[in-house]
């Protein structure tokens, strides 16, 4: 890629989300869609997290992941949902490039994190039906926090991976991206 001092180039300073479709009514079908869909994966995901929290037979280290894993997937969707809702409902769909790097980011730590999660969680269950009678000291509470602390890690190296190399692009030239959020490869 050329430098900026190699010739008369202008930064970009955002992009143009082209997102799914031109249609109005195909947008509003879709806005309502999303919208319904996007309040009931934040609503069953709360009440899993506040049932977990709330019940006391559930604290095992399978619902300790699972509570987190809700949480994570709360922070997934709410990290692309609201910015492609918008733009249902704007003419024209931009985003900063700052923007476009913090939902980049996000989506990668979270993302990231949630397949550490499940891992995690696949872990468990193959602990606790090959080894049930040490099941309870190999999956403690202070291991189940460490087994945390490398999910929420791992998906922080992977997006400052992402989000680091997203910045120190230079970006000249068309500025639509035919996606309706900002991911690394459009």
């Given at each position: 890629?050329?430098s900026?001092?190699?010739?008369?180039?202008?930064?970009?300073?955002?992009?143009?989300?082209?997102?799914?479709t031109d249609?109005?009514?195909?947008?509003?079908?879709?806005?309502?869609t999303?919208?319904?869909?996007?309040?009931?994966?934040?609503?069953?995901?709360?009440?899993?997290?506040?049932?977990?929290?709330?019940?006391?037979?559930?604290?095992?280290?399978?619902y300790?992941f699972?509570?987190?894993?809700?949480f994570?997937?709360i922070?997934?969707?709410?990290?692309?949902?609201?910015?492609?809702?918008?733009?249902?409902?704007?003419e024209?769909?931009?985003?900063?490039?700052y923007?476009?790097?913090?939902?980049?980011?996000?989506?990668a730590?979270?993302?990231?994190?949630?397949?550490?999660l499940?891992a995690?969680?696949?872990y468990?269950?193959?602990?606790?039906i090959?080894n049930?009678?040490?099941?309870?000291t190999?999956?403690s509470?202070?291991v189940?926090?460490?087994?945390?602390t490398?999910?929420?890690?791992?998906?922080?190296?992977?997006?400052?991976?992402f989000?680091?190399s997203?910045?120190?692009?230079?970006?000249?030239?068309?500025?639509r991206?035919?996606h309706?959020?900002?991911?690394?490869?459009?």
């Amino acid at each position: 890629m050329d430098s900026p001092r190699d010739g008369n180039h202008t930064a970009v300073k955002g992009f143009t989300l082209l997102g799914l479709t031109d249609n109005l009514i195909l947008q509003v079908i879709l806005f309502m869609t999303i919208l319904c869909t996007y309040l009931v994966t934040i609503s069953g995901n709360l009440s899993t997290i506040i049932l977990i929290r709330i019940s006391s037979q559930l604290h095992h280290p399978m619902y300790f992941f699972l509570s987190h894993l809700a949480f994570v997937d709360i922070c997934l969707s709410t990290s692309v949902t609201p910015n492609m809702l918008k733009n249902f409902l704007v003419e024209r769909n931009t985003i900063s490039c700052y923007g476009c790097g913090t939902q980049l980011g996000s989506t990668a730590f979270f993302g990231a994190a949630e397949c550490f999660l499940l891992a995690i969680m696949a872990y468990d269950r193959f602990v606790a039906i090959c080894n049930p009678l040490l099941y309870s000291t190999k999956m403690s509470t202070q291991v189940c926090v460490q087994f945390l602390t490398v999910a929420y890690v791992g998906g922080f190296i992977n997006a400052s991976s992402f989000t680091i190399s997203f910045y120190f692009l230079i970006f000249c030239g068309p500025n639509r991206v035919n996606h309706f959020f900002c991911d690394f490869a459009p």
